[in-house]
Every structure is written in structure tokens, then in C-alpha cells.
Nanobody, 118 residues
Framework: QVQLVESGGGLVQAGGSLRLSCAAS????????MGWYRQGPGKQRELVAH???????NYSDSVKGRFTISRDNAKNTVYLQMNSLKPEDTAVYYC????????????WGQGTQVTVSS
């Protein structure tokens, strides 16, 4: 069982920046994929970015060039640096971890609210 705790959300003006953190309860160097998803008001949850165990990254088109995902294995933490924020980035952001061993398991954090004002 992997526990994930997000932090760093808040209220920011359009054009501003925030950095989200996701602290894991176990070493992330053994977690196959870690990622960030978001769910805006009245919208489905969508992938924002993910990073694999080999540090390969993938971003949704809507955040490419503005957001950066990274991992610090020593701190068991994954970050999402968000720059040039737009009102449409307003959402609850969730951290997730995918562990593939004998079975594939996905774990979720509780979410952190990001609100971007125009």
C-alpha cells in the first residue's frame, strides 16, 4: 500500500506559478510510474503529466511547455512545477502511483486545489 500526500496548491493569478509536491510513503525509485491528474469543475479527471521509473516524461498537450514533472528519489517526492498558469488550469490536482509487480496497482492521493484567477 503506497500512501501519497499532495501539497502546494492554492490561489494564484493568471500568469503565475505554483509547485505541487507529492510525498510517497515508500521509496519512489521502485514505483514504475508516478503522475499528476486533475479534475476541473464539471469535467472528467485527466492526465496532466507522468514520469516513469527511467525518468521518461509525458505531458498533456494543454500543459506542454508550461508544466514540468520531476522526481527526487532521495526525498521520495514527485513535483509538478506549473508556470504561466491559466484560469482553465483551475482544478483539483491528484498525484498517482502505478506499481507493477505481480499485479498492477494504482494509488491516489487526496488531491490539492489549484485555483487560477483571471
Amino acid at each position: 500500500q503506497v500512501q501519497l500526500v499532495e501539497s502546494g496548491g492554492g490561489l494564484v493569478q493568471a500568469g503565475g506559478s505554483l509547485r505541487l509536491s507529492c510525498a510517497a510513503s515508500e521509496t519512489i525509485s521502485s514505483i514504475n510510474v508516478m503522475g499528476w491528474y486533475r479534475q476541473g469543475p464539471g469535467k472528467q479527471r485527466e492526465l496532466v503529466a507522468h514520469i516513469t521509473i527511467s525518468d521518461s516524461t509525458n505531458y498533456s498537450d494543454s500543459v506542454k511547455g508550461r508544466f514540468t514533472i520531476s522526481r527526487d528519489n532521495a526525498k521520495n517526492t514527485v513535483y509538478l512545477q506549473m508556470n504561466s498558469l491559466k484560469p482553465e488550469d483551475t482544478a483539483v490536482y491528484y498525484c498517482c502511483a502505478v506499481v507493477i509487480r505481480t499485479a498492477r496497482r494504482t494509488y491516489w492521493g487526496q488531491g490539492t486545489q489549484v485555483t487560477v484567477s483571471s
